[in-house]
């Protein structure tokens, strides 16, 4: 009976934040409120507030469903040079929709005023880091020295970030053709930062 009624809470869990996804996707985050999410979802907004607390709750768990899809990728290992396993990363961030961009960013900057928030985000990125080193370790060696790991991933993700904003910002600007190639190019460079890996791995 237990395991029923988990599996059902768990299946409307889905359902709200299918919904959530679909109205941001759709109509954008002004449309978006707890009696939207429930109607969308075919549940009454009492059902919606067994699940979550807030509508912030709501958007926090969406932004963890999409950092599983990345965690999911890093558990395949299916790289065997590190070029290609960032290059995935550098393709699959390129695929995530505007709006999900705006959402992360909006949640940053409340994340400096609500501390329980703050703590949350810090423990999604904490864990997307152990799997993306672990990843990384997989596919080089477990040998690599921490520091120059560390710093390259750190200057990985503010390149991704940054090359994202410019893509978007500039995306009908015929000066930056080519800016895909070129992003390569830098991928390259951190690779040969964080360790010369030139051959696939035996």
């Not at 707890?34 to 768990?61: C, E, M, N, P, W």
């Not at 080089?140 to 978007?168: P, W």
Request: glycine share 4%; proline share 1%.
């Amino acid at each position: 009976m237990n395991d029923k009624r988990r599996q059902k809470g768990e299946k409307t869990k889905q359902a709200i934040l299918a919904a959530t996804e679909k109205i941001l996707m759709q109509k954008g985050g002004n449309c978006l409120s707890t009696r939207a999410i429930a109607k969308k979802a075919g549940i009454s907004q009492s059902s919606l507030y067994h699940h979550f607390d807030t509508i912030d709750d709501v958007l926090f768990s969406c932004m963890q469903n999409i950092a599983k899809k990345r965690l999911l990728l890093y558990e395949k290992k299916k790289f065997n040079r590190l070029e290609d396993f960032f290059l995935s990363l550098l393709d699959q961030n390129l695929a995530t929709p505007q709006i999900w961009q705006d959402v992360m960013f909006s949640f940053k900057e409340k994340a400096q005023k609500d501390e329980k928030l703050h703590e949350k985000i810090l423990g999604l990125g904490q864990e997307h880091l152990r799997m993306f080193k672990s990843s990384i370790r997989s596919i080089v060696g477990t040998e690599i020295d921490e520091d120059r790991l560390d710093l390259g991933i750190f200057a990985l993700s503010v390149f991704i970030d940054g090359f994202m904003f410019h893509n978007h910002f500039f995306k009908k600007q015929t000066i930056f053709e080519n800016q895909y190639d070129k992003a390569k190019d830098v991928i390259r460079l951190f690779c040969n930062y964080i360790v010369i890996i030139d051959q696939p791995k035996n």
